[in-house]
C-alpha cells in the first residue's frame, strides 16, 4: 500500500528551526518530483518547496533562503530543513508527489504540525 507519513514537526520560537521528515513508499518515491505543502485552517493547501527525482529543487518566494528540502533515495524519505522560522510559518505541513506539477489526492497523509510562537 502507497503511503506517506510525515513527522518532525512542534512548537517553536520565532527565529528556531525544525526539519520535517516524509517517509515513502519506494514506489512513488524514487520516480517521482516530491514537494512540501501547508495549510491553514480555512485557507488553500499550498505548495512551499518541491524535488525532482535528479535533486533539483524550487521554493515558494517567501521560504526561498530559509527552508531546504532534500531527499534520501537510500532511505525513501524527504526532508524539509526550516529556519528562521516566521509566526506566518505555523500551519500543518504535508509532503506528496507532484505528477505534472499536481499533487496526488490519494496520497495526502496526517500531516504534522509546525507552530511558530513566543
Known amino acids: 500500500q502507497v503511503q506517506l507519513v510525515e513527522s518532525g514537526g512542534g512548537l517553536v520560537q520565532p527565529g528556531g528551526s525544525l526539519r520535517l521528515s516524509c517517509a515513502a513508499s519506494?514506489?512513488?518515491?524514487?520516480?517521482?518530483?516530491m514537494g512540501w505543502y501547508r495549510q491553514a485552517p480555512g485557507k488553500q493547501r499550498e505548495l512551499v518547496a518541491s524535488i525532482s527525482s535528479g535533486g533539483d529543487t524550487n521554493y515558494k518566494d517567501s521560504v526561498k533562503g530559509r527552508f531546504t528540502i532534500s531527499r534520501d533515495t537510500a532511505k525513501n524519505t524527504v526532508y524539509l530543513r526550516m529556519n528562521s522560522l516566521k509566526s506566518e510559518d505555523t500551519d500543518v505541513y504535508y509532503c506528496?508527489?507532484?505528477?505534472?506539477?499536481?499533487?496526488?489526492?490519494?496520497?495526502w497523509g496526517q500531516g504534522t504540525q509546525v507552530t511558530v510562537s513566543s
Open positions: 519506494g514506489a512513488i518515491f524514487r520516480l517521482y518530483v
Open positions: 506528496n508527489r507532484l505528477i505534472g506539477g499536481r499533487p496526488s489526492n490519494d496520497l
